[in-house]
């Protein structure tokens, strides 16, 4: 029979009567995120995609100052919301709404007033609300993956006026999304900037759940996480003295240290069969990144030894 997060917590309240539901599940919920953040598990892994839509040009007028463009031969609708627009060079604006086709930028103008040629694109991607951190991005037309692990500061060195385009070769770090419906999300600079179509499958991993009492323990947690849980929920009502009012019974510092000892116990076992059915600690060479002179199909017909790391 599956387990519940309700039937984790009511187990907890069966060997501490008297204590307040709430504090059982903050109690089972804390140990549930500590343990997801001791490593990265199998029923964390997530899919989407990175789609990129074709950019267009034309003419907006623009007001130093001033959040919102007129519309000219370039026109915006409600699917424009999120993307990118820009004047030649940066900075690149976010547009964030668009009511009766003026769109709304994330910032004021900061450039001269009057008539522009702009271009809106997809320079920037918003990842999914329950992002954590990248498995691996594919570009299935290049047959190699994205660099993620780039930072701002470094394209600045690279391209601070951002002119490039063509195939992107990484994600970089940027800001979180100023769109109010995205508002809290990780978003990244696919660098350099496409003008065509294009789609990159990713595999990500997700942030802990906050569970909810009818959430079923999926994964690894699935076999052995119940008892888990409760250890580890119990360890932290041992270190609980109660109010004033209204002492804990269960306190015990002694009792608290024997609970956290058999939690960290259940943990490297959970961790053990985990890492049998999805491998994640062992290392491997890595040669079929972006921005290196060869494609996967290149390196499965020569001796990787001859190949530089990139």
């Not at 140990?31 to 990265?40: F, G, R, S, W």
């Not at 063509?166 to 660098?191: I, K, T």
Request: hydrophobic share 40%; with cysteine; glycine share 6%.
């Amino acid at each position: 029979m599956a387990t519940t997060f309700a039937d984790v917590y009511g187990a907890v309240l069966l060997r501490v009567p008297g204590v307040d539901p709430l504090l059982a599940r903050e109690w089972v919920q804390e140990t549930y995120i500590d343990a997801c953040d001791e490593k990265l598990w199998s029923h964390q892994r997530a899919e989407t995609a990175i789609t990129v839509r074709v950019s267009r040009t034309g003419t907006a007028t623009a007001t130093l100052g001033l959040a919102t463009l007129a519309a000219g031969t370039l026109t915006f609708s409600a699917a424009d919301v999120g993307r990118q627009i820009r004047l030649e060079s940066v900075p690149l604006y976010t547009i964030i709404d668009v009511t009766a086709g003026v769109p709304t930028l994330d910032r004021t103008y900061s450039e001269t007033s009057g008539v522009g040629t702009f271009t809106v694109l997809d320079a920037y991607w918003t990842a999914p609300l329950d992002f954590w951190r990248f498995l691996v991005v594919i570009d299935p037309t290049n047959k190699w993956k994205l660099r993620y692990w780039v930072t701002e500061e470094q394209l600045n060195q690279v391209d601070p006026g951002r002119m490039s385009t063509g195939s992107p070769w990484c994600l970089a770090s940027q800001r979180y999304s100023p769109v109010v419906a995205d508002q809290g999300r990780s978003r990244f600079e696919l660098f350099p900037y496409l003008v065509t179509a294009r789609s990159f499958p990713v595999m990500y991993y997700t942030k802990p759940t906050v569970l909810t009492d009818d959430d079923v323990l999926i994964g690894p947690f699935a076999r052995g996480g119940k008892a888990l849980l409760i250890d580890g929920a119990l360890a932290k009502c041992s270190l609980w003295p109660g109010t004033e009012g209204a002492k804990n019974p269960y306190f015990n510092l002694a009792l608290a240290d024997k609970h956290e000892r058999r939690y960290q116990d259940k943990l490297q076992q959970l961790e053990v069969k985990d890492e049998d059915m999805y491998p994640t600690y062992m290392p491997l060479a890595q040669y079929d990144w972006a921005a290196t002179p060869w494609d996967a199909a290149w390196l499965q017909s020569h001796v990787p030894q001859t190949i530089d790391s990139y």
